[in-house]
Structures are given as structure tokens and as C-alpha cells.
């Protein structure tokens, strides 16, 4: 299946487990420095004003350098504590790797929002990648949020509808 950016919520309806997907549009960066910011940015409405929107939105948790690109574990405090509110704010999908507890793969289906992972090989992601932009945060350096656009990133589902590719 190929899904394009933003994300609309039948879209996410339709995805299961395992799926295949390409995903192809604008996506952000963010790791655990920088999420939690973004959610206190959004509590005060500072993002509206700077043009970011979260509804439809994709989160890769990764960092953004001259060297690659590549998933981080996503089950890190920083992360994992970002996602659910993420979800309820409009991000519909969230990239990385590992696994995520019980709890926030729950959180994820209420709020009509998956996990995908992403295969930890940065040239083949970094062939995926046309543009980046760095949006906030520049003193975390590559581990800034980041604007980047992708054209058929290679994404498997692995939590949708509360069910999990690690059970």
C-alpha cells in the first residue's frame, strides 16, 4: 500500500499488523531531548504561529545527520511518554524500532494513530529522503525536529488496532 502525508484517520483504519507499507510526504524528527519540548510548544500554542500542524502528522524517531538516517528505540522514557499525547493532538503515525508497552500500543488505537518500524538501514532510508529542514530546537544539533520529505520509505505496521507485531 502507498499513503502519502498528511495522514487522514480512514487511512489508519485500514492498516493492520505486518502491513507493508510506502510512505511517501513531509514528515518531522524528533528523539527523547526533543519531543517532550514539542508537546510543551503545542500546551501553549506556539506551533500554530511557526506553520506546524500535527493533525495527519508522521513522527520518526530519529536523528538527522550528513552521516544517515535511522530509527532509534523508541521505547526510550523520552519517546514512549510522547506518544499518546502525540496521538491525541492528530499524529497518526509514529516511526522507529523496538517494542512499546501494552499501555501506549492501547493508547495508539483510541486515538486512531499506529507504530511502524522501520528497517535500520540508514542508506536505504537516506535514498528515501528528497529534502530536510531543521524546524526547532537547533541547539540539540542533529537531534533537532526536523522537516523531511521522503518518497517511498519503506514502513511495516507493527502496532494497529491494540494489537502489537511483538506478541
Known amino acids: 500500500m502507498r499513503i502519502n502525508t498528511p495522514v487522514h484517520a480512514s487511512v489508519i483504519d485500514q492498516l493492520d499488523v505486518r502491513d507493508r507499507v510506502l510512505l511517501s510526504g513531509t514528515i518531522l524528527t524528533g528523539r527523547d531531548a526533543a519531543l517532550p519540548r514539542l508537546l510543551k510548544m503545542e500546551e501553549k500554542g506556539e506551533l500554530s504561529p511557526l506553520g506546524i500542524d500535527l493533525q495527519g502528522a508522521v513522527i520518526f524517531h530519529s536523528a538527522v545527520s550528513d552521516a544517515g538516517l535511522g530509527p532509534t528505540s523508541s521505547n526510550k522514557e523520552g519517546i514512549e511518554n510522547s506518544i499518546i499525547p502525540l496521538a491525541k493532538l492528530g499524529v497518526r503515525i ?4 523496538g ?7 492501547r493508547g495508539l488505537a483510541e486515538h486512531a494513530s499506529l507504530y511502524a518500524v522501520i528497517p535500520p538501514v540508514s542508506a536505504l532510508i537516506r535514498s528515501c529522503v ?13 537531534e533537532a525536529i526536523y522537516k523531511i520529505e521522503v518518497k517511498d520509505l519503506p514502513i511495516l505496521i507493527a502496532a494497529s488496532k491494540g ?5
Open 94 to 97: 509514529h516511526l522507529g524500532k
Open 130 to 142: 528528497e529534502r530536510t529542514e531543521r524546524l526547532l530546537f537547533p541547539e540539540l544539533g542533529m
Open 99 to 105: 517494542e512499546l508497552s501494552a499501555n501506549t500500543i
Open 163 to 167: 494489537f502489537s507485531v511483538y506478541d
